[in-house]
């Protein structure tokens, strides 16, 4: 007994199985059978792919199906929302499908799923279904439990009395024959349930003591049984109080009276071989079981009346009439309009509507079925049909039946004719059809579909009010008509929904130029621009609308729409709006404060929800006056002179560059670094303490930001910080005179000795140039640097090789092609008025020619030898090519000693050796690490070039530092070119200094 039991609240118990993306074998149940029947072919401008690849029909999420659907032109379904009862696919014109069944139509295996199969087998001492929701077994024979439930550590059983034979299986069907006389049980397992009956077969058996009482024992584990004073309702519920069973009651009903019509008498042979009532007539007699519960047993007292009464046709059937939470559809009858059907295998066997054939006039069905429609909230409804399959009609001529929708029904309460007759009822579609396989053409299963412009709207109207559920009933057109009278399928209602979701609301909303761009944004330009971002969770192209409301916020005084912009994709419109007459040109937006807003739109014309104007980004202030640059002091640097030192701190002052300024805030960077803010207090003046982090030339700039946010010109403050003690610096900038000034201090000038050394125009860094050298001469100075000494030694310098045509002025900028003198076109081109004007052959670029002779830019001499050299070398097989031939590259080389023959050791590149290129060489012998270091245009992390070797100066050279010249073995290695910035250090560069010298000046960050 305790018949079609429901696990409810599944997703309490089974969430887990629910939520996991699967691969699904095949899908059974004519709903899901009917989607690839059902694809829709691709709409005009969809790309489909050509392919001998089998099309994917399914993909473990949305955003995978929708792109796989688009790019095959099929339905592709998501996986990962696949239910029970339902599927979604994505479609190719980028909206979705929901298909889904009143019923379950799959369960879960493992981490796929298989079709609902009801199927008893035997398994050992008991019988189990192949595949349902519940997981169930019936007993085998004996004395264990007639039938028992489980979900994890939760269960319930029920035993009959007596030991029970072996059952007979028929299909879903388990038959335990006479457990009393002439009383048989059978159990049905359906996908989330099962049902009991007995089956009471004659007159003698009926008058059986026993059957005035019928008890059944019960057993729970985590669960219990309660029952409903008000309306009768057993629950069966969790330590939550979650129901997980429930039942409406109990009845018994006889069979038909006995017919001679041909119909009738076929429909009862019918109804006989099945156990059932005739599906024409009904019972004759249907009675109410009370039901008594207790924790252990629940006992029936079926009605001796009707069981010894002498019009009672047998068989009789007593069924407690339990079902489950996931079937939400129930039959009302008119003849009977207090009952309440949700139970009882009796009415659950097909829908019923209509007038029931040969009956009493008021013997009137309707058949109601509950939707879950939480997929479809905020979602537009593009096309929506809902169908069933037609088992049987009374008439061969096809006849119509309609789809109504009504007031919500729920499986925890009674739904009767009377309780649902006087509810908000609305007609949505109408259908005609027939299916009677024994008398008409035309056999049963016909499955129809409902579909109207009131249907959708229904949906529409659910989705709007996010509604979890509609309610629709199946009613025939006449109900006095018995012609209408219809068998429907039972669980073979499903609704097949096209739906699209609507846009997202817009993110990421930016207002640009701006400096500071948060909100409220102030900016100086009268034609500002406005971005935004918007997502739709079908994908697809979006239109994105714009206006810009002036300070009211009540007049539009611009706005927009862009489309064919991808799903998640950022779009800029510059605000733009028609001149006003007689004007020409819109000048822009004056200044002044306004706001502005965004959606976005889909090819369905659905819109998401506007930005509001009172989000803070919504808020633009339009200022387009600057303020003066402003002026910045210092009290320990100036601009012209090298004073301090790394690491020692100075106070700068930012001062309007005028008064009216209203500056309340000063951006600035110290050489290119981290931005930072500080604000200026009422007469704009701030002071910052700032401590520079190298020596050399520093570059403070500073901008002022006045209170409508609109930004200054730029200040810069170069100041000189002084090297550290032993350090050298020779700019060779000076332009004329016989020697170059050292810093900090001018106690090591370099003199120029030799002939062919000249101050040229064509400098790397500073501002007047640098040294050019023509092999002849070189500067040179007293010893800077203690070779040995713990913390080594760096020496760098800029070098530039000449090129073939050899010039001391600046590289020329390339004429623009195609321009001459005066902007008039140039160059050579085809004769208009010839058709034999041969093209002009461009002229061959001269050949490169590099130097052939060792050059040396920056050594420090011993007695009979340079120390260490750093410069330009063509002697050595650099790249350890197998001919041994040498390489032209660059080099940095120590001598192992102060004499001729001593071996030497040196680390060079042949990476950026070019003529006419400035390049950056710096190198350094690190004791510690026992390494000499090679390092060209900056290290390998601003793709600069690094060689190094074992070695280490081993002796201290104390004749002259040399730039231009060194000693080689047997040759003065003397430079052709240019030389500039030359350094050198009593310690190791780390990279970062290195890197900051390699800089050329335009690649410093600038504040935009």
Not at 309 to 327: K, Q
Not at 407 to 412: G, L, M, P, Q, V
Request: proline share 7%; with cysteine; hydrophobic share 35%.
């Amino acid at each position: 007994m305790l018949g079609a039991l429901l696990r409810a609240a599944r997703s309490r118990f089974s969430a887990a199985l629910l939520g996991g993306a699967v691969v699904c074998a095949s899908l059974a149940a004519a709903p899901s059978a009917a989607v690839a029947a059902s694809a829709e072919v691709p709409p005009t401008g969809t790309t489909v792919i050509s392919n001998p690849v089998k099309t994917p029909s399914e993909a473990p999420d949305e955003e995978t199906a929708i792109d796989l659907a688009r790019r095959y032109g099929s339905p592709v379904e998501v996986v990962a929302a696949r239910t029970e009862f339902s599927q979604t696919f994505a479609q190719p014109d980028g909206t979705m499908k929901l298909r889904q069944a009143t019923s379950p139509q799959r369960v879960r295996r493992g981490a796929g799923w298989v079709p609902v199969d009801t199927t008893l087998k035997s398994a050992g001492d008991v019988v189990r279904p192949e595949a349902t929701t519940l997981d169930m077994w019936f007993s085998g024979g004996g004395s264990a439990p007639m039938v028992t439930i489980t979900d994890g550590s939760k269960s319930l059983s029920m035993t009959w009395k007596d030991s029970l034979p072996e059952p007979v299986l028929d299909g879903d069907t388990a038959t335990y024959a006479d457990v009393l006389p002439g009383v048989d049980l059978k159990l049905t397992a359906s996908v989330g349930s099962f049902s009991e009956v007995l089956v009471v077969k004659t007159a003698e058996a009926a008058r059986n003591p026993e059957l005035a009482s019928i008890r059944f024992d019960l057993a729970t584990e985590g669960l219990k049984l309660e029952q409903d004073s008000d309306t009768g309702f057993i629950r069966v519920v969790d330590p939550s109080g979650s129901i997980v069973f429930i039942s409406d009651g109990a009845a018994m009903w006889d069979s038909p009276a006995p017919t001679t019509d041909g119909k009738q008498a076929a429909s009862r042979e019918v109804a006989a071989r099945a156990e059932l009532p005739s599906a024409e007539t009904g019972p004759a007699r249907t009675e109410t079981v009370p039901v008594q519960v207790t924790a252990s047993a629940m006992t029936l007292s079926p009605s001796v009346d009707m069981l010894t009464h002498p019009d009672t046709n047998f068989p009789v059937y007593i069924d407690p009439g339990y079902d489950n939470l996931d079937e939400i559809w129930t039959v009302v009858s008119r003849k009977n309009p207090t009952t309440s059907y949700w139970s009882g295998n009796g009415y659950r066997d097909y829908m019923r509507v209509g007038q029931n054939w040969q009956s009493s006039a008021d013997d009137d069905w309707r058949t109601l079925a509950r939707f879950s429609t939480a997929q479809l909230k905020k979602t537009e409804i593009i096309k929506a049909s809902v169908h069933v399959n037609v088992w049987h009609t009374a008439d061969c001529v096809p006849s119509p039946f309609q789809l109504w929708v009504t007031n919500s029904i729920s499986r925890t309460a009674p739904v009767t004719w009377n309780s649902t007759k006087d509810k908000t009822w609305k007609r949505l579609a109408e259908v005609k059809a027939t299916a009677n396989k024994q008398f008409c053409p035309k056999d049963g299963n016909d499955e129809v579909g409902f579909k109207s412009s009131a249907l959708k709207k229904a949906f529409q109207d659910a989705a709007d009010r996010d509604q979890s559920a509609i309610t629709l009933a199946f009613k025939a057109k006449s109900e006095g008509d018995e012609k209408q009278w219809k068998k429907l399928k039972a669980d073979s209602a499903y609704l097949d929904i096209d739906y699209n979701h609507r846009p997202g609301k817009v993110g990421e909303r930016k207002v640009s130029p701006c400096l500071e761009c948060t909100a409220p944004v102030a900016t100086p330009s009268r034609k500002p621009k406005l971005t935004m971002k918007a997502t739709d969770p079908d994908g697809g192209k979006l239109k994105y609308q714009y206006r810009v409301y002036e300070s009211t916020r009540q007049k539009i005084v611009a706005s927009t729409e862009l489309g064919g912009i991808a799903s998640g994709a950022k779009r800029t419109w510059t605000v733009a709006a028609k001149p006003v007459a007689p004007a020409k040109v819109w000048p822009g937006l004056s200044d002044g404060t306004y706001y502005w807003i965004g959606r976005a739109c889909d090819s369905y014309n659905q819109c998401g929800p506007w930005s509001a104007t009172t989000d803070p980004i919504a808020k633009i202030i339009v200022d387009n006056e600057n303020p003066k640059s402003p002026v910045i002091t210092s009290d320990l640097y100036s601009e012209n002179a090298w004073k301090g030192g790394v690491g020692q701190s100075s106070k700068f002052t930012f001062r309007p560059g005028t008064a009216s300024d209203n500056v309340y805030q000063y951006q600035y960077q110290l050489n290119g670094g981290e931005k930072r803010f500080k604000d200026a207090d009422s007469n704009g003046i701030t002071e910052v303490p700032i401590t520079p982090t190298k020596d050399s030339q520093n570059v403070l700039t500073v901008k002022a930001i006045d209170k409508a946010g609109n930004l200054s010109g730029v200040s810069d403050f170069e100041f000189w910080v002084a090297l550290e003690k032993g350090s050298w610096y020779w700019s060779l900038d000076e332009g004329e005179g016989t020697s170059a000034e050292s810093v900090p201090e001018n106690n090591r000038p370099a003199g120029i000795s030799g002939s062919g050394v000249a101050w040229s125009s064509v400098g790397m860094m500073g501002s007047a140039g640098s040294a050019q050298f023509a092999g002849q001469g070189q500067f040179t100075t007293s010893s800077v640097l203690k070779t040995t000494a713990v913390a080594g030694f760096t020496v760098a310098s800029w070098v530039r090789l000449p090129s073939p045509e050899t010039s001391d002025a600046p590289p020329e900028e390339p004429e623009t092609p195609g321009t001459g003198e005066d902007g008039d076109p140039g160059g050579i081109g085809d004769d208009p008025d010839s058709e034999d004007s041969p093209p002009v052959e461009p002229e061959e670029p001269p050949a490169v020619t590099l130097p052939t002779a060792n050059q040396a830019s920056v050594s420090q001499d011993g007695n009979k030898r340079s120390m260490f050299r750093l410069g330009y070398r063509t002697d050595l097989n650099i790249d350890k090519s197998a001919d041994g031939s040498p390489d032209p590259g660059w080099c940095f080389t120590i001598a192992a000693a102060d004499t001729v023959t001593a071996s030497e050791t040196a680390v060079c590149t042949t990476e950026y050796v070019a003529t006419g290129e400035w390049t950056h060489l710096a190198a350094v012998a690190d004791p510690l690490t026992n390494e000499i270091r090679l390092y060209v245009n900056g290290t390998p992390s601003v793709l600069g070039s690094l060689t190094a070797a074992t070695g280490k100066a081993t002796w201290d050279s104390t004749g002259d530092f040399a730039i231009g010249r060194g000693l080689g073995a047997t040759t003065t290695e003397r430079w052709i070119g240019w030389i500039d910035e030359v350094y050198a250090l009593p310690r190791v560069w780390n990279d970062g200094e290195i890197n900051m010298r390699a800089k050329e000046p335009e690649e410093w960050p600038e504040i935009e």
